[in-house]
């Protein structure tokens, strides 16, 4: 374990923003972490993971705490369930392939989210009618202060819509060290109606009695026809949350857009898609020097090479007024902004 100075961060977030650390260490166990944690001459520790759900507008000053424990244990397994515990720098879309190749279900449908295991509890990441609430039973973590392991149930993580304790009350306060997961071996409860997943099936003639392996194809080849791989244009995924609103305000704005979708959250409470008001707000496609809208999916912001992380950051409020002005609706950034 070795503290380097002045590195470039280019390499370590999926915007690609090139940002430099004034110090930077990476630890590979839970040894070495709360060793770091120790470190009087560093007060203040910026922890990273894979880098996927943050915005650097700035060099950082902390000291960068660079995740990279790796591990997978299957703690107990009968013929319903199996449960395993994950290290939080395991790649997210890598365990979701390993999942898939020992016919464990659960997850299929969260495949190709980029990041890393141990921050898929704190945005809740989602995608296709799965949360991956719905599969954690404990979240493992390391006071940032005192080093000391918490083991939080699924309850005292307090899920929501790409959210958590995590995001809100025991912000900076805990490390996500491990995570551990209940995943079925057989009679897989699927998902498949949501989105394009069926209509995908249908095309790659699996729709009947589908495996897990045929929905985690299908969804890879979906998100991969609408959403850039980070490695060719820098992108942290949805950028913005998909607003809920009141029963009273959606029949409102559907009055002036009737072809609006929509997705019916309770009897009080409607989703509407953010791609879609940003869409329709016109800014699908557009470029400001290298920050730009994806030109296939508006809720994907993008660099496309030399960007800022300020610049993307101006992109998106100039984006949040615009849908404001116009459909009286405040976006939400999913994206950590530093």
Known sequence: ????????????????IDVKAKNYVSVQNLEEL??????????EKFILSGGSNMLLTKDVEQLVVHLNCKGKEIISKNDEVVFVKVAAGENWHDFVLWCIENDFGG?????????NVGTCPIQNIG??????KDVITEVEAMHSKTGEIRVFTNEECTFGYRNSIFKNELKNQFIITNVIFRLSTK???????????????EKNKTSENPTIKNISDAVIAIRQSKLPDPKEIGNSGSFFKNPVVSREQFLKIQKDFPTMPFYEVSETETKIPAGWLIETAEY????????????????????????????????????????LEKFSISLEMEVNIY
């Open 1 to 16: 374990m070795k503290i380097q100075q002045n590195i470039s961060l280019k390499n370590f977030n999926t915007f690609g």
């Open 34 to 43: 709360k060793e770091v944690l120790r470190l009087s001459d560093f007060s």
């Open 107 to 115: 997850i299929e449908n969260l495949s190709l989210i980029p990041g």
């Open 127 to 132: 995608a296709y009618g799965v949360e991956v």
């Open 187 to 201: 009679n897989h409860q699927t998902k498949i109606s949501y989105g394009a997943i069926q209509q995908k099936l």
């Open 284 to 323: 699908k496609g557009k470029r400001f020097g290298d920050a730009g809208v994806h030109t296939k999916q508006a809720l994907v912001l993008v660099n496309y090479g030399n960007a800022t992380g300020k610049e993307i950051f101006e992109l998106a409020q100039k984006i949040q007024k615009i849908v």
